[in-house]
């Protein structure tokens, strides 16, 4: 059984910077993929990172680019969303997922991923 506990965030001011962790663990075939999406309240979930395990092909979405990134360790089962000059638009929960099906470039579509976190909350102050 696939298991996905995020942690990382918290509140922080405008400009600054926090790491989430996606600590992954259940069979390797069932977390091809890993992304991170972020959700507000009354608001469609969105994707922030993708990244496939057996190529490491990565990316990063929408106005994330420039500023986030996701990188995997995969000796400790973990993936990481940097996120660097924070802004109030930010603010989300940000959740992490797997998905099954390898591919060489991970889609960004929530009903592309069968496991989910719980999430951790990030709140940015301007």
């Known amino acids: 059984q696939v298991q996905l506990v995020e942690s990382g965030g918290g509140p922080v001011e405008a400009g600054g910077s926090l790491r989430l962790t996606c600590v992954e663990s259940g069979p390797r075939h069932e977390r091809a993929c890993i992304g991170w999406f972020r959700q507000v309240p009354g608001k469609e979930r969105e994707a922030v990172a993708t990244?496939?395990?057996?190529?490491?092909?990565?990316d990063v979405y929408e106005s994330m680019k420039g500023r986030f990134a996701i990188f995997q360790e995969k000796t400790k089962n973990e993936v990481y969303l940097q996120m660097n000059n924070l802004q109030p638009e930010d603010t989300a929960m940000y959740y992490c997922?797997?998905?099954?099906?390898?591919?060489?470039?991970?889609?960004?579509?929530?009903?592309?991923?069968?496991?989910w976190g719980q999430g951790t909350q990030v709140t940015v102050s301007s």
């Open positions: 997922a797997a998905r099954s099906v390898y591919v060489y470039a991970c889609p960004n579509r929530t009903t592309d991923y069968q496991h």
């Open positions: 990244i496939s395990y057996l190529s490491g092909n990565s």
